[in-house]
C-alpha cells in the first residue's frame, strides 16, 4: 500500500497467538515468531490519522524478500548495512531484511532542524567512516545528501529503487544468540562516534526485562514518535513491541515536532490500555502547547494511558507536575508516570520505577551535591535543595553498583559513579578496543560515564561526569545553573548552556550561553544583570554570561542539547555571542 493512501483499519490489539515475552534466541526468530499472529506496526500523518498498517507477518515476509536481494548483491554475514532511519515500513523491512541476511544494520540519523544541509553530510560521513558498511540506503528524498556523504566510502542506493530489483531465494545464514545483531550509536555520537555492538542474547534478554517491569502484554498497545536512530526509540518502541507481539502506532518524528498535540490525539483515540514513552522535553512541550482556548477534558481522553514512560535525559520533576496539571482534566493519571534510567551501551534500559508510584523525588542538601560539607558553612546563605527522581531498580539480570575515586562501592546516599554489569551489557564499541577497555571491565562491569546514588536499591542519577564543573575544588552541576536561570521570565529549558571555562587570568570560571530574543542593547545588558544576579542567588558563584542568537546552541540528534559541544563551539569562535554594547 502506497504510504500516501489512508489504511482502513489498524493491526488488532488483542492477538490469538500465545503471548511470549520476548523469549527468543535471536530477533530474526522473535519476527518470524510474530508473523504468526495479526499483530503490527501503524503509521499515522501529522494529525495522527492513519496511513499504512504494516502487520508483522507483511514485514517478514517483505524483510526475507529484501534478504534475498542483500545476499544477491554480495553482502555477507558481518558486514555492515547504514540505513537512514526514518520512521515507516521502508526503513523496517530494510532494517529486518539486514538481520536475515546475517548482516549488520546501522541506524543513521535524519537531518534535524539546525546545523543545516553541510552539517548533516558531515555526521552522516563520520559515522560511516566508524561503522565502514559495504552499503547506505535512504530515503528517496535523502539520497542526494547521503550519496555525498557515502562518496569514496561505500556504495549508497535510495531504499525504493534498491529493494525493486527482484533477486532469487537463497538459503540464509543461521544467526546464533551471541551474535552481533546491530550497531547502535547514542545520541551524542557526532566528532568521535562509538558504535555499540549489541548481540542478539543482550537485546532479547533486555527487552524481556523492561516487558516484565512494565507487566507489558496483549491488553497493550505502544504509541511512539521517538526516532528510531535513537535507542529508546529503536528498541524501546520498535524492537520491544515486535519481540512481545504487541501493536504499535507510529508517529513520525518531524510531525512530533510540528505538531506535539498529535501525540496525545494518538494516545486518546487507542481504546486500549497504552504504553508511551518520551524524554521530559516531550511532556514539557505539549503541556507548553495548550492555551486557554484549548479545552482538554473535550479534545483528549488520556485515562486509558497506562504507562507514560520517561527517559533518556534528566528527569524534571517540575516538567511532571506541570503536565499533570494540564492534562488531569483529561483522564491522566500522575502515578502513569514511570521513571526510568538507561544507556544504549546496556542496550536500552538498565533501571525502571515500580508500576503505579508515578514521581518520587528526593530533597538533597546542594552541599552533598556539590562533594560533600566539608569545611565551614556560611550561616548566612540558606540551605539549598534539588529534586532527583527515583529511576527505580534494576531490571532483571542486571547489577548497579555506584563507585568512588578510588573504585570503592559507594553506600547508600554517596554520590559517586554508576556502574552496571549482567544482561544486555554492549559486547563493546565496534573496532575501538581503546574505548571498550576504557568502558568495560574484564569482568564484565561498564562504566556509564553517569554520577548518581543507590537508596535502597533505587537508583537516582545527578548529572554527566563529563559535564560537572568543579570550581575551586566544588563540584557544580550545569543543570542547577541552566534550572536558576529557567526561572526567570521568557527562558525555558534549551535556551541555556553551562559549561566551565578558563578566564584570561587561568582560573577556572562558570560559562553560560543563553539564546537570547530581544534585539534592545538596555534590555540584553538587563538581562545579562539578572541572570548573573539569578545564578549568583542560587548557587553561589559569579559567571561569565553570553547571550547568543536563537537557534544557536547545538543538539544531539536526538535534540538534546550538547553542553560539550556548546563549549567547543563557544572557545573556538564558531559560537559568536552579541556585543556587550550592541
Given at each position: ?108 540519523p535524519l537531518p534535524t532542524s539546525f546545523g543545516g544541509r553541510d552539517s548533516y553530510i558531515e ?207 483529561a483522564g491522566f493519571k500522575a502515578s502513569a508516570f514511570l521513571p526510568s534510567y538507561g544507556l ?46 527515583n529511576c527505580g531498580k534494576p531490571v532483571p539480570g542486571l547489577t548497579i553498583e555506584v563507585r ?179
Open positions: 500500500m502506497s504510504d500516501g493512501l489512508k489504511a482502513s483499519a489498524p493491526t488488532p490489539t488483542r492477538d490469538s497467538l500465545p503471548y511470549r515475552r520476548a523469549d527468543f534466541g535471536t530477533l530474526g526468530a522473535a519476527l518470524d515468531y510474530a508473523a504468526k499472529g495479526e499483530a503490527g506496526m501503524n503509521f499515522h500523518d501529522a494529525r495522527a490519522d492513519l496511513v499504512r498498517a504494516y502487520p508483522y507477518a507483511e514485514l517478514a515476509a517483505d524483510a526475507r524478500a529484501h534478504a534475498w536481494r542483500l545476499v544477491a548483491d554480495g553482502i555477507r554475514p558481518g558486514d555492515r548495512v547504514a540505513l537512514i532511519a526514518e520512521t515507516g515500513a521502508d526503513f523496517a523491512a530494510a532494517f529486518f531484511g539486514a538481520i536475515h541476511a546475517g548482516a549488520l544494520p546501522v541506524p543513521l555526521q552522516i560521513a563520520t559515522q560511516l567512516r566508524s561503522c565502514d558498511p559495504v552499503l547506505v540506503l535512504s530515503p528517496n528524498g535523502l539520497f542526494a545528501m547521503v550519496a555525498e556523504a557515502a562518496a569514496g566510502l561505500c556504495k549508497a542506493a535510495d531504499w525504493s529503487s534498491y529493494f525493486a530489483v527482484a533477486a532469487p531465494a537463497v538459503d540464509l545464514p543461521e544467526a546464533k544468540p551471541t551474535d552481533i545483531a546491530y550497531l547502535q550509536y547514542s545520541s551524542g555520537s557526532t566528532r568521535f562516534p562509538h558504535g555499540v555492538s549489541v548481540t542478539h542474547e543482550a537485546l532479547l534478554a533486555n527487552l524481556a526485562g523492561h516487558a516484565h517491569c512494565m507487566e507489558a502484554g496483549f491488553n497493550d498497545r505502544v504509541v511512539s514518535w521517538l526516532p528510531w536512530y535513537h535507542d529508546m526509540g529503536l528498541v524501546g518502541c520498535m524492537l520491544a513491541p515486535l519481540a512481545n507481539q504487541i501493536s504499535v502506532d507510529y508517529l513520525a518524528t518531524e510531525d512530533f515536532a510540528r505538531r506535539p498535540l498529535s501525540w496525545l490525539t494518538l494516545i486518546s483515540r487507542n481504546p486500549d490500555n497504552t504504553l508511551s514513552y518520551s524524554p521530559t522535553f516531550g511532556y514539557d512541550i505539549c503541556a507548553r502547547r495548550i492555551s486557554p482556548s484549548i479545552d482538554v477534558r473535550t479534545r483528549f481522553d488520556l485515562s486509558r494511558w497506562r504507562v507514560a514512560g520517561n527517559g533518556a535525559d534528566m528527569i524534571r520533576p517540575e516538567v511532571m507536575q506541570a503536565f499533570v496539571d494540564v492534562f488531569d482534566a544504549a551501551e546496556a542496550t536500552l534500559a538498565v533501571s525502571i520505577m515500580p508500576l503505579g508510584q508515578g514521581i518520587v523525588s528526593d530533597l538533597i542538601d546542594e552541599r552533598t551535591l556539590s562533594g560533600g560539607s566539608g569545611g565551614r558553612i556560611d550561616a548566612r546563605r540558606p540551605t539549598r535543595y534539588r529534586a532527583i527522581v568512588g575515586e578510588d573504585d570503592a562501592v559507594l553506600g547508600d546516599r554517596k554520590i559517586g559513579r554508576i556502574f552496571v554489569r549482567g544482561l544486555g551489557i554492549m559486547a563493546g564499541y565496534f573496532r575501538d578496543p581503546e574505548a571498550t577497555a576504557a568502558a568495560l571491565s574484564p569482568d564484565g562491569w561498564l562504566d556509564t560515564g553517569d554520577m548518581g546514588y543507590l537508596s535502597a536499591g533505587s537508583i537516582f542519577i545527578v548529572g554527566r561526569a563529563k559535564d560537572m564543573i568543579i570550581i575551586n575544588g566544588k563540584n557544580h552541576w550545569p543543570q542547577d545553573i541552566e534550572w536558576a536561570i529557567e526561572q526567570l521570565p521568557g527562558f525555558k529549558a534549551g535556551d541555556i548552556a553551562a559549561f566551565a571555562i578558563t578566564t584570561p587570568s587561568g582560573e577556572e570560571a562558570p560559562a553560560v550561553l543563553v539564546q537570547c530574543r530581544t534585539s534592545d542593547s538596555d534590555e540584553r545588558t538587563r538581562l545579562r544583570d539578572a541572570i548573573r544576579t539569578k545564578v549568583r542567588a542560587i548557587t553561589g558563584m559569579s559567571c561569565v554570561v553570553e547571550l547568543v542568537p536563537p537557534r544557536t546552541l547545538p543538539r544531539t540528534s536526538s535534540g538534546k542539547l550538547s553542553r560539550s559541544k556548546a563549549r567547543s563551539q563557544y572557545l573556538s569562535g564558531e559560537i559568536q555571542p552579541f556585543d556587550v554594547a550592541a
